[in-house]
């Protein structure tokens, strides 16, 4: 079965929407549809049912806090109490059920296994408007504005109505009901940015294997850190945009309704120094930040949970959905990173399986599996060694261009490039003179230069952006080639060690020879960015690995036969020069 590009593509940044396009494609039995119909259906169900549960104990928690009284303790706890037991507070918790989990169905596309990185300010403003992200911000938008809506009711008194009839029979805007309401949509469009500019989509796997309920556990806390650090920086925001422009959206509703605006206005210094409206927001906030943020954390859970595959299966229906396949998955990555995570683990912590791997079929003796297993992981090593090299003679060509740029005669107008492509460098000629000048025009204006100029580390956060699957890969070869020494009966990894030797060490070279050009220019700018650790823990997993095969073998690494540089790189390590 073939699938285009643009798939492939979109299966990485929305795996849980591709599966659907592809089980209309194929009823095959293939890989990714095994899997989206018995694993993913049920892990993302069960994680949104949990999230749905979680709902009345949060919204039960914000109803204690709301009618907080610290003078008057014990009205405080009766009519909370009362409030929590009356039907009134069943009806509305079951729509924040609802609500919550459509949120978190909707939710699920959003999630990636590869961070999606933007070279400038404006692709990133660009990716931002995408139709699928703004149609994500447009459900949080209402979402929460809903939501909002129904803690106004809860609360009672001057937050219930968006109307107050006096006694001289006219109505007035109930601007604490409003103010509320616009927090709410306000807070829903701050989470749809937090989601993705913070990375709360991209999922990480955990190679220490814990329970769900441990995960989950031991990120309660910083959710709550979290939570109510992004409510209090959003508010501080919100207070001076309502005192600016909250009187576009009353005077709009005055206006249609033919109501009075209060003698004392929200919009103004004194109207807003209200601790009791504060009080509100905050809790208003925290309900839907604490809500979201735990459904997307159970979602994550469940997703990134370990999945073993078989190894080999003796049944003609299910030979094309093993090990092996999983690791070939590209209608699906998330299926391909799961593959990945269970080869690492198995050649850590499975003797069992890893004599699977190290078996040989019968008849024939042919050694299937391990061939199988190392020659893809093999490939994601060189793929990934590839790019880095190509990354680097740019960077190196680049500046032998600047230096003759500099020697340049005055009177040449044209520059040249150096352009390399595959063993060939070829000459290209740089654009005329005054588009060069029109773009260094651009680039001079503050506001334009901001969004033209590239984030400093973007390409270097592209380029190990699925570097995930290199470290597992090259894990997973170095163990089973270590624990080869002792369980490998009939020799079938020692026939792919040379091969093995000259993939990780060349990745190696070139890890280490863009972390010392990167760390010559400038420095990153990405702080916090989930994705940044990747390039760092690829390359102490590499060296780490390299070692533990010499513990392993020797000196009698040195007999095989290896590329000259290969077996100058690996007597270094021998050596412990590097």
């Avoid at 809506?149 to 107050?164: E, H, K, S």
């Avoid at 080999?312 to 094309?320: F, R």
């Amino acid at each position: 079965m073939t699938h285009s590009r643009k798939d492939n593509s979109l299966s990485k940044r929305f795996p849980g929407a591709i599966f659907k396009t592809k089980i209309v494609k194929s009823m095959d039995g293939t890989i990714a549809d095994v899997f989206h119909k018995e694993v993913y259906r049920w892990r993302t169900g069960a994680a949104i049912i949990w999230s749905v549960i979680t709902v009345p104990v949060v919204f039960g928690v914000y109803v204690m806090l709301a009618y907080v009284d610290v003078l008057h303790p014990s009205q405080w706890i009766s009519g909370s109490l009362s409030t929590l037991f009356s039907v009134f507070f069943v009806l509305i918790c079951f729509v924040l059920l609802a609500l919550t989990g459509l949120w978190c169905c909707l939710c699920l596309p959003t999630f990636t296994v590869e961070p999606e990185v933007s070279g400038t300010p404006l692709l990133l403003a660009i990716s931002m408007c995408s139709p699928q992200k703004l149609g994500f911000g447009l459900v949080c938008f209402l979402v929460s504005g809903l939501s909002s809506l129904l803690c106004t009711g809860i609360l009672m008194g001057r937050y219930q109505d968006l109307t107050v009839c006096t006694n001289r029979d006219f109505c007035v805007l109930n601007e604490h009901h409003l103010f509320l309401v616009l927090y709410g949509c306000y807070t829903g469009v701050i989470f749809y940015l937090f989601h993705f500019l913070k990375q709360n989509n991209y999922l990480q796997f955990n190679t220490i294997q814990q329970s769900k309920y441990f995960q989950v556990r031991s990120q309660i806390l910083p959710l709550l850190q979290t939570s109510f650090h992004c409510v209090l920086q959003q508010t501080i925001y919100f207070y001076p945009l309502y005192w600016l422009f909250g009187h576009i959206p009353t005077g709009w509703i005055v206006h249609s309704l033919g109501l009075r605006r209060s003698a004392l206005p929200l919009d103004s210094i004194y109207g807003l120094l209200d601790m009791g409206l504060l009080w509100q927001t905050v809790l208003c906030g925290l309900l839907v930040h604490v809500s979201w943020s735990l459904g997307s954390l159970l979602i994550k859970v469940y997703i990134t949970e370990r999945y073993c595959f078989p190894i080999e299966s003796m049944l003609n229906e299910k030979k094309n959905q093993c090990l092996i396949d999983a690791l070939q998955c590209d209608q699906n990555i998330i299926v391909k990173y799961l593959g990945y995570l269970d080869l690492c683990l198995l050649s850590k912590h499975s003797p069992e399986r890893r004599q699977i791997t190290f078996s040989l079929s019968q008849p024939g003796g042919h050694p299937h599996n391990w061939t199988k297993l190392s020659t893809s992981c093999l490939s994601v090593i060189t793929a990934l060694s590839e790019k880095i090299q190509d990354a680097n003679w740019q960077v190196f060509s680049q500046a032998s261009i600047r230096s003759e740029d500099i020697r340049k005669p005055p009177g040449n107008q044209h520059g040249s490039t150096l352009t390399y492509r595959g063993d060939n460098v070829t000459k290209e000629t740089a654009p005329p003179q005054p588009i060069r000048e029109a773009s260094s025009f651009w680039r001079t204006k503050p506001i334009i230069s901001y969004f033209l100029t590239e984030f400093p580390d973007a390409k270097s956060r592209k380029l190990f952006a699925s570097a995930q699957l290199d470290i597992w890969a090259v894990e997973a070869l170095c163990h089973l080639v270590a624990t080869s020494y002792t369980e490998d009966k009939y020799g079938v990894v020692q026939k792919s060690l040379p091969q093995i030797l000259t993939a990780v060490i060349n990745l190696q070279e070139n890890v280490e020879k863009h972390m010392k050009l990167a760390s010559s220019g400038r420095r990153i700018s990405g702080r916090g960015a989930l994705d940044l650790p990747l390039k760092y823990v690829l390359h102490s997993s590499l060296k780490s690995c390299i070692y533990r095969i010499i513990n392993v073998f020797g000196v009698h690494l040195l007999n095989l036969d290896l590329p000259s540089d290969t077996s100058y790189k690996l007597k270094l390590f021998m050596d412990f020069k590097e």
